[in-house]
């Protein structure tokens, strides 16, 4: 088959989405004033692009193994599945923006969600350094002007610059490491670069380059001490630009990081064990984790708004995670996907909540969401369901994957109990800041006088958001449901 | 069937969200069922029967490791899972009167009961320390929305001392599970593991349960949480969640890890016995009628703890009885503090109490706390003597040197309870002339509620052998069993 039909027909998801995005801002210009079709049209593209996924063949690549660059788009079972669950995200997104207030130009606003999540796909989908990266790159623009979109609201712009700033040094860092890990091994693709580290021992400037790798993602993920955007971008951005950072794109990050390390880096582990440091990029990551955890859930705890809480818990539960790369291998590699998923559903079910509060009462501090239990108490109860699955108690399916997460990074290296400790130590903290957060919801009574107007979400946005409830519930109980899936296209 | 009582109290707090008017209705139903359904379960057991599997469903597979949704039976767990039933029964008839978000209450108080159930008869440690964490959150709202003085801090306060126990347990059975490939009770009891592993998982996973078992110095949560919460809520706390944890401790601690076991069981008798004396000792200087059951109960569980180290048949059975007695005691002593006394004078002061001439006022309330304490001090005929002296006969074979401490501490239980009594319901003896104060008179609900666990721990104490003909088998067959020392 001719070639360019053969990568066609394998980029056919992104090229839907890509069409989709311009049909999207094209309806902006013709249509400026009917938000409806926007937003119908972008859903039906990433329907389609859905479907074209699961219409995929099971395995391609493009240019072949043995041509030169080969590899730059890879299909498997497993990341199909990603892109599957990174456009489901997208979609939720795309519809809880609906009926938002902050702008006019949603044709716009959605031709950057769809381009950020092209960029996912790309970088879910290659296994060459150079391509991941110009994902990377396509995902993080969109997202530094998605995070500043609000153009009534001074603050975010001040996020959007923040993020810029932070996102634009940790892009350097990423391709400065690129390039030397580039330049010592021969090689950008992940087989390539596996293959050369193999055997020899670790070179000063190789490990340079995997430290700076890794710098970038740790932004990407938000892991302390590479997390000081986030709370200002998760508390000012628009909230579904927060929603869509917090979730797609950590799962989207997650997965090139763990693919990263696991299989590109794979012989320059080291180990994290307890008093058995061996130099590689567990140790750093396992510092990382631990800081995150640390500084994430203490830094919570003082916190009034909610957005900013839900920022700091983020960095938490990004360290939860990195525990899941640790423990490396199958287990550890499902772990890392599930529980970065099973967050993702939460915490974009809670930032859609967010967003209905904040259309009420103009802000989103703890205090703003007193009411809620009187005017839904539908959504009152999901945002139980929310906070309580972040918090990892059964049977919701926060509970499983953080079990999952521990157990997987437990049996790989029973030396890395003393993260596993940290990570319940940190755990019992979270569960203080999000029952305080429940306890304003759920327990205290409404002062009928407090709030402006009733909190109520569109019949749209309540549906989703119960759907989302309902997932985190569902998967909490069958969790195989994910993790079988995940596991049989390992 | 007897998984029927998971379902039941699972459907029913799914229920009353739909039909929040019927709430007490429904929740009463289904713990009277499942009362019924775990009694005739008990009733019915062969004496010589081993842990019989009920439901065994695959459910997940994790690491390569089979989870199953395994639920089992056998004497220890449906004693322990009447005596649930019991104390739910008696809670909702406690909680007739709740006016305030009625539907929202009942949903809480059943999911404790329902997850209780779980906890005593799953059979596989995934599906168990689901049930076990499942029960935390529900006593949070159980006390942060219906308690009363401090009632905020007291529901943080005890949910996190739950979630911090839990977590230990959990990082038990994920090493565990993982050392053995299983999550099975049955299969990692027999799996053997290595002394070192057992000497530190043990204590490990021991001081998780003991946390909900109100081990002295990790008690502190029971007594706030017990005057915080709500009367049912702290007649769920003493009558079943602090069993949870010694439950544990006998069901999973124990005989997953007998060499840590040995290692450690005299430094957690000591504890014990510390519990016993200390808590006692805090209890006689106490004003609030609440805080004095609150340290009565971790006393009382101090027994709890005291023979599960002896690890002598006797006092792993009386263990096991005292966890039943005082699950039944602990719930009528706070139904009587909290419903009949608090609800009515709206003060649990004991010098208060004393000067409004209760006796007169309130004779069914007097008669029953009469009851309760005479139960509690272990008067013979009572569950409490059954158990306790149980257990300490299985001290007298293990340690003799920690007999006398123990029933020292027993006096002090008898001092402070009947001081109790005395300032409560007695207090104005010397001034016959008091006015009796006109309160609400005890209402149905509460006299049935009463009269139930008034004639459980009566027939429990007359005939302690119903009881122990059903769980010293099951003990016996443990493997736990220590040698008498000489």
Same mark, same amino acid.
């Given at each position: 088959m001719n070639p360019y039909l053969e990568l066609l027909k394998l980029a056919s998801p992104e090229a839907v989405m890509t069409i989709t995005a311009l049909v999207v801002l094209a309806l902006q210009a013709l249509?400026? &004033?009917?938000?409806v079709a926007k937003h119908g049209a972008a859903a039906a593209g990433i329907l389609l692009a859905g479907l074209a996924v699961v219409m995929l063949p099971e395995e391609g690549m493009?240019?072949?193994?043995?041509?030169?660059?080969?590899?730059?788009l890879v299909i498997d079972p497993l990341s199909s599945l990603i892109k599957l669950i990174v456009l489901g995200l997208a979609l939720f997104t795309v519809l809880l923006a609906?009926?938002?207030?902050?702008?006019?130009y949603f044709g716009e606003y959605l031709a950057l969600i769809l381009l950020a999540t092209i960029g996912l796909m790309v970088m879910v989908s290659s296994e060459q350094l150079l391509v991941i990266f110009v994902g990377l790159e396509l995902t993080g623009l969109s997202l530094y002007i998605l995070a500043g979109f609000? &153009?009534?609201?001074i603050r975010s712009a001040e996020a959007s610059l923040k993020y810029f700033l932070f996102g634009g040094v940790a892009s350097a860092f990423t391709l400065f490491g690129l390039s030397l890990v580039y330049g010592m091994t021969?090689?950008?693709s992940l087989p390539g670069i596996a293959e050369a580290l193999g055997g020899g021992p670790m070179e000063p400037l190789l490990a340079a380059g995997i430290v700076m790798t890794l710098i970038g993602f740790s932004f990407k993920v938000a892991a302390?001490?590479?997390?000081?955007?986030a709370p200002d971008a998760y508390q000012a951005a628009p909230v579904s630009s927060a929603a869509f950072i917090a979730s797609a794109s950590k799962v989207g990050s997650f997965f090139v990081l763990t693919k990263i390390l696991l299989f590109g880096f794979d012989p320059a582990t080291g180990s994290a064990g307890f008093q058995n440091f061996v130099a590689g990029w567990a140790p750093l990551l396992a510092v990382m984790a631990g800081l995150s955890i640390i500084v994430g859930n203490l830094v919570a705890?003082?916190?009034?708004n909610l957005r900013r809480l839900l920022a700091y818990s983020a960095v938490a539960h990004a360290g939860y995670t990195l525990i899941g790369i640790l423990g490396g291998g199958e287990g550890g590699h499902a772990a890392v996907i599930f529980y970065a998923t099973a967050y993702a559903i939460s915490i974009l079910g809670a930032f859609g909540l967010v967003a209905l509060v904040r259309r009420a009462s103009g802000r989103a501090d703890i205090?703003?969401?007193?009411?809620l239990r009187k005017s839904s108490p539908v959504l009152a109860a999901c945002m139980g369901v929310f906070l309580l699955s972040l918090a990892g108690?059964?049977?919701?399916v926060g509970f499983f994957g953080k079990f999952y997460l521990f157990a997987a990074a437990y049996s790989a290296d029973p030396g890395l109990l003393w993260l596993v400790l940290l990570a319940l130590a940190g755990s019992l903290v979270s569960l203080y800041y999000y029952l305080s957060v429940l306890k304003v919801i759920l327990v205290d009574e409404c002062?009928?006088?407090?709030?402006?107007d009733a909190i109520g979400g569109s019949r749209l946005s309540t549906i989703l958001i119960v759907v989302l409830a309902a997932l985190t519930l569902a998967l909490g109980l069958f969790p195989n449901a994910l993790l079988g899936a995940i596991m049989e296209r390992m | 069937m007897i998984a029927w009582t998971i379902y039941l109290t699972f459907a029913g707090a799914l229920l009353v969200l739909l039909l929040p008017r019927y709430a007490r209705e429904i929740a009463l139903g289904a713990t009277a069922i499942a009362t019924v359904i775990s009694g005739v379960a008990l009733i019915e057991l062969?004496?010589?029967?081993?842990?019989?599997?009920v439901l065994w469903v695959p459910w997940i597979q994790l690491l390569g490791v089979e989870v199953n949704f395994h639920l089992a039976a056998d004497g220890i767990s449906l004693a322990m899972a009447l005596v649930t039933g019991i104390t739910g029964v008696a809670a909702v008839l406690f909680s007739w009167?709740?006016?305030?978000?009625r539907g929202e209450f009942f949903l809480w108080l059943l999911m404790v009961v329902g997850g209780s159930f779980g906890v005593f008869l799953s059979a596989d440690l995934f599906v168990f320390i689901v049930f076990y964490e499942l029960v935390i959150i529900p006593k949070y709202f159980l006390i942060a929305t219906?308690?009363?003085?401090d009632k905020a801090h007291g529901a943080m306060k005890l949910t996190l001392y739950s979630f911090f126990g839990g977590a230990l347990v959990l990082t038990g059975i994920i090493a565990a599970a993982v050392t053995?490939?299983?999550?099975?009770l049955a299969t990692l009891s027999g799996f053997g593991f290595d002394e070192s592993f057992q000497s530190w998982v043990f204590p490990v996973m021991f001081l998780g349960f003991s946390v909900l078992g109100a081990?002295?110095?990790?008690?502190?949560?029971a007594p706030t949480g017990h005057v915080a919460a709500p009367t049912a809520g702290s007649m769920l706390l003493a009558g079943i969640v602090m069993k949870l944890g010694a439950y544990g401790a006998l069901r999973v601690a124990m005989p997953l890890f007998p060499n840590g076991f040995e290692q450690w069981r005299a430094a957690i008798a000591v504890l014990a016995v510390a519990g016993i004396v200390i808590a006692a000792g805090v209890a006689l200087r106490q004003k609030d009628l609440k805080f004095v059951i609150g340290y009565s109960s971790v006393s009382h569980m101090g027994f709890v703890l005291l023979g599960l180290a002896t690890g002598t048949v006797l006092g792993l059975g009386g263990a096991v009885l005292q966890m039943v007695s005082h699950g039944i005691i602990g719930a009528l002593l706070f139904a009587v503090a909290g419903r009949m006394i608090y609800a009515r004078t709206?003060?649990?002061?004991l010098d208060e109490l004393g000067g409004m001439n209760l006796r007169k006022a309130l004779p069914f309330a007097a008669f029953t706390f009469v009851i309760a304490s005479a139960a509690s001090m272990g008067i013979p005929g009572f569950s409490g003597f059954a158990a306790e002296v149980t257990v300490l006969i299985g001290t007298w074979q293990a340690w003799p040197a920690a007999v006398p401490v123990t029933v020292a501490g027993m006096v002090l239980v008898a001092v402070f309870t009947l001081r109790a009594l005395k300032r409560s319901f007695f207090g104005d003896d010397d001034n016959a002339t008091t006015a009796v104060p006109s309160l609400p008179p005890i209402t149905v609900p509460e006299k049935v509620g009463a009269i139930i666990l008034m004639l459980a721990t009566l027939v429990v104490g007359i005939f302690p052998s119903l009881l122990l003909d059903k769980i010293l088998p099951v003990i016996e067959r443990m493997n736990l069993v220590i040698p008498p020392t000489p």
């Open positions: 249509r400026p &004033k009917t938000p493009v240019p072949n193994a043995g041509e030169p660059g080969a590899g730059m609906r009926g938002a207030t902050f702008t006019r609000d &153009k009534t609201d021969g090689s950008t302390a001490p590479f997390h000081l955007w705890l003082a916190q009034k205090a703003d969401f007193a009411c108690l059964p049977p919701l002062d009928a006088d407090r709030v402006p | 062969e004496p010589e029967a081993v842990m019989e599997t009167d709740v006016e305030k978000r219906w308690g009363s003085t053995a490939g299983s999550f099975d081990v002295w110095p990790l008690h502190t949560w709206h003060t649990r002061d």
